[in-house]
């Protein structure tokens, strides 16, 4: 395979140029948010408001949790952007977990979950974590025990489903409420539909770097700034990443290409949390990228050292220009 020098946030050469010129700050339309609602949902879990309502119940609920301590929102809290905050997250167990835990803003769009690709489905992911040992450590037949002994839950559960609290609908609700964690148009999106006073000088030449001389739109690309595809950029090479799903050695050390979308507000980075700060991330692709990765794999990226560190700062303007609106969500009262 063919290695060239790339991007911020690590990929592969899969795109044609963008045919930037070498001032120009223009950035291609289909990398416009056009989203307005919640994410589609599939066949067979339809969306409505009652289950997207009883789906942010059980997300709040410590119930949930073996402990009766720790809910969804213990590890993705709607004001740290849906994430935790910590450079790996913290479970039932009270010891790191393995990997950062990623915001969950926009996740219903997505093909894939979690940094290897693990699961295709908000519905599949919903009960993983809660059954860990070292996340929510708890039994699903205890579970829904407790929840039918819960009088709000068993009506809410026979007006949505039709049937008394099952762990199928716990994930159905989940997902649905997961769902409508959609955020709105940043100061990015607004200058492609004509407000050219929404992004800063700096920003606009991080936006002039981003797509042209650093690459960064090869792999970050589409309305998400992301092409959900799995590449080995050398963060660190102790985990074996996206190998562990498909038993391939050509996919140890891989990770999947995170969204930069309300990027600024959701470190630490990478998926074992070793970036503190997006200018640290930048300088890691732009100076650190291992030029090496263990056991003869090639590496699917490296660094940027014909660019200069000056395009730091106005890559970090540019990506914190990618914050839009988050979904206003408070705590519910809960059954």
């Known amino acids: 395979m063919c290695v060239r020098q790339l991007l911020l946030f690590g990929c592969l050469?899969?795109?044609t140029s963008l045919g930037l010129a070498a001032r120009e700050s223009v950035a291609p339309k289909d990398f416009l948010?056009?989203?307005t609602g919640p994410a589609p949902s599939p066949k067979e879990n339809p969306a409505t408001a009652e289950k997207v309502e009883l789906g942010k119940q059980l997300f709040f609920d410590p119930r949930l949790s073996g402990n009766n301590k720790i809910s969804c929102a213990t590890c993705h809290d709607p004001k740290k952007a849906f994430a935790d905050?910590?450079?790996?997250?913290?479970g039932i167990s009270g010891k790191p977990l393995p990997r950062n835990t990623p915001s969950l803003l926009n996740v219903g769009f997505y093909k894939t979950l979690h940094w290897d690709g693990k699961v295709r489905s908000l519905e599949e992911q919903a009960l993983l974590p809660i059954q860990h040992p070292d996340e929510m450590g708890q039994n699903l037949d205890e579970l829904e025990a407790e929840l039918n002994a819960v009088p709000g839950y068993v009506n809410q559960f026979q007006k949505v489903f039709g049937t008394k609290v099952t762990?199928?609908?716990i994930a159905q609700a989940l997902a649905a409420f997961q769902r409508t964690l959609v955020t709105g148009k940043s100061p990015f999106d607004r200058y492609l539909e004509g407000d050219k006073k929404a992004l800063s000088p700096l920003a606009l030449e991080g936006m002039r770097i981003?797509?042209?001389?650093a690459e960064c739109s090869r792999c970050h690309s589409g309305p998400f700034f992301t092409d959900q595809q799995f590449y080995r950029v050398g963060a660190s090479f102790r985990d074996p990443g996206?190998?562990?799903i498909t038993g391939k050695k050509e996919d140890r050390f891989a990770f999947r290409t995170p969204t930069l979308r309300n990027i600024?507000?959701?470190?630490?980075y990478m998926h074992d949390?070793?970036?503190?700060?997006?200018?640290?991330?930048?300088?890691?692709?732009y100076r650190d990228v291992p030029t090496k990765a263990p056991l003869g794999l090639e590496m699917h990226i490296l660094p940027l050292m014909g660019q200069s560190l000056n395009d730091v700062a106005p890559l970090v303007a540019f990506l914190e220009s990618l914050t839009g609106p988050m979904p206003e969500i408070e705590p519910p009262k809960l059954p």
């Open 85 to 90: 905050g910590l450079s790996r997250g913290k």
């Open 242 to 244: 996206r190998e562990n």
């Open 210 to 213: 981003f797509f042209g001389p």
């Open 33 to 35: 948010w056009r989203t």
């Open 13 to 15: 050469v899969v795109a």
């Open 264 to 268: 600024a507000l959701t470190p630490p």
């Open 167 to 169: 762990r199928t609908g």
């Open 273 to 285: 949390g070793s970036a503190r700060s997006l200018h640290s991330v930048v300088t890691f692709y």
